[in-house]
């Protein structure tokens, strides 16, 4: 079953496929860098430590960049198939393309199960290590690197200002320390000559020398901005030699994967469903207990023998609060109002922090059904993007990086506008989780299967002058009829034939006008339920259309330009708004929307009326025109 045609279309598809899958997990993975670039820089980080970074991120990003790599192949490779006019010969030696698409769309649907697979077993451990990776990132110290001519706070506890630095020696010169390791109310100024910093052996601490300088202490609370004379109380100390050392830990000790098995983008769709039961059943015991510790603050007292009888259903009934209070002292009354009010405080607070605590572990619910449903719904894009892909490459027939390129990008763009928005609704608890999580995937299937029955049946989808024409026609706006001089003429118009052509189409023109009431308003019962065609109109279009077509020939500018006056007109917009019977009777009875139409209609038998006018004013100008060639051909012979 696989012949030459499927290995030469899989060829052509995997070379392109190799190089667009890597170009996209490139890109992927620099905007998630850019994201996290803060965490890599300034930390001194070894090239180890960097591999391991960039490899757990590549694991994570495959899901997403093999989808769009067979969006971009799929372009790429058909499109090169239909410039280079290889599909029209398949389709004339009897091929369809969906034969054509079937060796490309089943490595797409096995590229959708290898995307399934990353997402359900490497993915999970990748995002475990990655996660350690960047929250030990974001704890790591800065590593230091003293800029010129600027302070620098990388160092704990101290500011640091270096006049000039030395890169191959590693001397500072001309340096301004302000130490704070005491607190800011003993903060201490060192002024010295030079400076060097090194790391201790245990690289645990900083070694800080300075030599020839000068400290500054103040003795007294409020620090060293309140120093503001000789006498206030110091301590100067100068010195020829001084060391510090100062706390700072640069050892990259990455933390444990293990303390991140709860994330749900850690865990497959086995241990996310078992997740998901035992937070369930949290939150059923959570709403149990909370219950029960309600109910036990409630006081109620036995019902009575009458009670019982009265009501069988009955088993407790309320203390006579109202009577019990009036028995008491206002003193001890204000007492036990203020007591039960301040109770009602600390039950509404209590019962507010745990409704927090219910909407985060619902919320975390929702997360883990998000990624559940995403290890299926990413798998099937990449199969989707090929049905959308290979189709829209063979109507554009456009190959190389350039228009595919942009397709594919505003093409995802889209995709991913709508799967993010949803999914953001559905982990929100605004919308339902099926709908927020198959939204996007709704709207790629029927639009790849409309794609690939158009390019199957040869149907013209990207007609850019179809699609003016009906939004031209729908909105009611003006066409034109542009007409040029042709550069070459075959055969010149036959004038003397055309001037009675031209005085028929005026007198049936102006007949027309005189004999229908175009501009008083249409019967609204003869358009939608008892409509006939109007003949009449299609006959003088016929006529004028030819007509124009003959004198298109001519080499005279005034008839040229009297041409272009004609009018295109429309046939039927003047009697019915469809086509179709039941359209327009669905039309009429549905009054809002037979409204409409029946003031559009209205409208184009007004515009028909000016319309046909002009027509017959143009002929009889055209008959003049011919009449005055006719002449001139006459006297030159």
């Not at 469903?273 to 709403?287: I, K, P, Q, Y």
């Not at 028995?327 to 109770?343: F, H, I, N, Q, S």
Request: glycine content about 6%; charged content about 20%; proline content about 3%.
């Amino acid at each position: 079953m696989f012949k030459r045609l499927d290995r030469y279309v899989l060829g052509k598809f995997c070379l392109i496929f190799v190089a667009a899958f890597f170009i996209s997990l490139f890109i992927f993975m620099m905007q998630f860098m850019w994201v996290h670039i803060d965490k890599l820089v300034g930390k001194g980080l070894t090239m180890d430590i960097l591999g391991q970074f960039f490899y757990y991120m590549s694991l994570t990003l495959v899901p997403q960049a093999l989808p769009v790599g067979i969006l971009l192949a799929s372009l790429i490779s058909f499109g090169n198939l239909g410039e280079s006019l290889e599909l029209l010969a398949m389709k004339s030696a009897g091929v369809a393309l969906v034969r054509v698409m079937a060796p490309v769309g089943v490595m797409a649907a096995a590229l959708g199960g290898v995307s399934f697979y990353f997402q359900n077993v490497t993915s999970p451990m990748a995002q475990q290590q990655l996660g350690a990776l960047l929250m030990t990132l974001r704890q790591t110290s800065p590593a230091v690197e003293i800029p010129e001519g600027i302070f620098y706070n990388g160092v704990p506890n101290i500011n640091l200002y270096v006049e000039r630095k030395d890169v191959r020696t590693g001397m500072l010169y001309d340096l301004t320390i302000y130490k704070t390791d005491q607190g800011f109310d003993k903060a201490q100024i060192v002024v010295a000559d030079s400076g060097r910093l090194a790391m201790s052996a245990d690289k645990g601490h900083i070694i800080l020398d300075i030599w020839q300088g000068e400290q500054f202490e103040n003795l007294q609370s409020g620090g060293m901005g309140e120093m503001k004379n000789a006498s206030q109380p110091h301590d100067r100390e100068t010195f020829g030699h001084k060391r510090f050392l100062i706390d700072f830990d640069s050892d990259f000790k990455v933390m444990d994967a293990d303390m991140l098995s709860g994330m749900a983008k850690a865990k497959n769709m086995v241990q996310i469903v078992e997740s998901v039961d035992s937070m369930n059943a949290d939150l059923d015991s959570l709403g149990h207990s909370s219950y029960e510790r309600e109910l036990g603050k409630t006081y109620f007292a036995p019902p009575t023998a009458q009670q019982t009888k009265a009501a069988a259903r009955a088993k407790t009934a309320a203390l006579p609060f109202d009577t019990l209070m009036a028995r008491l002292a206002p003193e001890r009354r204000d007492a036990v109002m203020a007591t039960a009010a301040g109770e009602v405080k600390r039950t509404v607070s209590e019962l507010d922090f745990r409704q927090e605590e219910v909407k985060a572990m619902e919320k975390d619910v929702r997360k883990h059904w998000i990624e559940w449903h995403t290890k299926i719904s990413s798998s099937l894009a990449c199969f989707l993007f090929f049905l959308i892909g290979a189709p829209l490459g063979a109507i554009i027939r456009k190959g190389g990086l350039g228009l595919p390129a942009v397709v594919s990008v505003i093409i995802f763009i889209i995709y991913l506008i709508i799967n993010t928005s949803t999914m953001k609704m559905a982990r929100d608890g605004s919308l339902n989780m099926l709908v927020g999580m198959w939204t996007s995937t709704a709207i790629l299937l029927p639009t790849g299967i409309f794609l690939t029955y158009k390019s199957n049946n040869d149907s013209v989808v990207f007609n850019l002058d179809a699609y003016r024409n009906f939004f031209a026609r729908l909105l009611m706006l003006r066409t034109r009829r542009h007409v040029a001089l042709k550069e070459v003429i075959i055969h010149d118009p036959d004038y003397a034939a055309l001037a009675p052509r031209l005085a028929a189409l005026e007198a049936d023109s102006r007949r027309y006008v005189e004999d229908h009431r175009l501009v008083s308003a249409p019967n609204y019962l003869h358009i939608f339920f008892r409509h006939t065609p109007d003949t009449a109109v299609a006959d003088l279009d016929a006529r004028m259309e030819a007509v124009a077509d003959e004198l298109g020939n001519s080499r005279d500018a005034r008839v040229l330009h009297d041409l272009g006056r004609l009018p295109i007109l429309y046939t039927t917009a003047h009697v019915t708004p469809f086509a179709s019977d039941r359209w327009n009777k669905a039309a009429g009875i549905l009054l809002p929307v037979g409204a409409v139409l029946w003031l559009r209609i209205w409208i184009f038998r007004v515009r028909l009326r000016k319309d046909l006018l002009q027509i017959a004013d143009t002929a009889r100008a055209l008959q003049e025109h011919c009449k005055r060639l006719c002449d001139n051909t006459a006297k030159k012979l």
